[in-house]
């Protein structure tokens, strides 16, 4: 045991030079390491730019349909499966009607306002909904409500799905610029160099949710629309570009 200490002794004294040495040369090479000097790295600029494109309102979207009343279920659902016939095939003969067809039908009974459990009759509904023209909306209101049309449930005026993508593309052409040249402007006023764009997110591109105009679900017969005008307007679309623009200091 005595010849072992000792032996592990004298090993040891030899390699402890070679252990510092290489101590050494470690911290020497961890203290010769070069850092980046961080006041020339890259940053970004986030901008956000705005488009917007005005296109006429080509189509009416109309809702319309019948609203009758009756003692028994029976003679109800055949009053406004006649009314309903009609003014539906009203409506499959205009060749300036697009896109119809029936959003509701409904059956209620109808209480005794004195004893709410007291059924005195029945009401039923059938809506259809539609589109045409604007300049002739007038005329077709009139001679639905003539064939069996008893209520209008609501009219928005609104552009057509071709000219809404085509808008939808511009807006986004022009928000895409404008958030460039905002870039460009903020970069070059403030002497930095841009690099590239690094990231780009589109907003939106919708149209505004249209607007119906005022109109009262039930209609007389005696109501006439024909010469009420219907003036369409515009609809904006909409787009927001945003960019993130990498830039650096430009080096004097």
């Not at 390699?15 to 203290?31: D, E, N, R, Y």
């Not at 404008?178 to 002497?191: E, G, H, K, T, V």
């Not at 904006?236 to 993130?244: C, D, N, P």
Request: hydrophobic fraction near 40%; aromatic fraction near 6%; include cysteine.
């Amino acid at each position: 045991m005595y010849y072992s200490l000792r032996s592990f002794i004298a090993n040891f004294s030899k390699t402890l030079p070679a252990l510092c040495l290489f101590g050494l040369v470690s911290c020497q090479a961890a203290q010769s390491r070069v850092e980046p000097n961080i006041s020339f790295q890259s940053q970004t600029l986030v901008v956000s730019g705005r488009g917007m494109v005005d296109i006429p309102k080509t189509n009416a979207r109309v809702s319309l349909g019948v609203q009758v009343q009756g003692e028994t279920s029976g003679l109800v659902q055949q009053e406004l499966a006649k009314r309903s016939q009609a003014v539906v095939n009203l409506l499959k003969t205009r060749q300036d009607v697009t896109k119809l067809e029936t959003t509701s039908i409904t059956l209620n009974p109808r209480y005794n306002p004195k004893d709410g459990n007291q059924i005195i009759g029945y009401y039923a509904t059938n809506l259809v909904r539609f589109q045409i023209a604007p300049e002739k909306l007038g005329t077709l209101l009139d001679e639905a409500i003539k064939t069996g049309a008893t209520r209008i449930d609501g009219v928005t005026l609104v552009a057509s799905d071709e000219a809404i993508a085509t808008a939808q593309k511009r807006a986004i052409d022009a928000a895409s610029k404008d958030a460039r040249s905002q870039a460009d402007a903020a970069l070059s006023a403030l002497q930095l160099k841009q690099q590239e764009i690094v990231s780009i997110q589109i907003n939106g591109a919708r149209p505004p949710i249209p607007v119906a105009m005022e109109t009262s679900n039930l209609i007389q017969k005696t109501a006439d629309f024909s010469s009420t005008p219907v003036v369409a307007g515009e609809q904006r679309i909409e787009a927001f570009v945003t960019l993130q623009v990498r830039y650096q200091p430009t080096q004097n």
